[in-house]
């Protein structure tokens, strides 16, 4: 059921924000929990996951091989919370 499947997303991602699991970690189960993903989602919720799989994709934890368009830990942080507060307005929009 796609409230479920965006639980997971949720619970992902505020454990993400709010320092419970390490971003590796994070990258790890995010682009894990996308790719296994065959949820037919309205087109404003996948924009968001869809958005935020780019900036997951592109985090590179090891600084020697980040490029200048890769995002850091705190980048990838601050886009994850952004993420995660546009993905609770949908929620709270359709409660």
Known sequence: MRSDRLGQYLALISSFVADKIAAADFEREYLK??????????EAEFAILDELFGEVDAFCADPQLRDENDPDEYELKERSKMALERLQSLVLGNS
């Open 33 to 42: 929990l996308f790719k296994a993903d065959e949820t037919e989602w309205p």
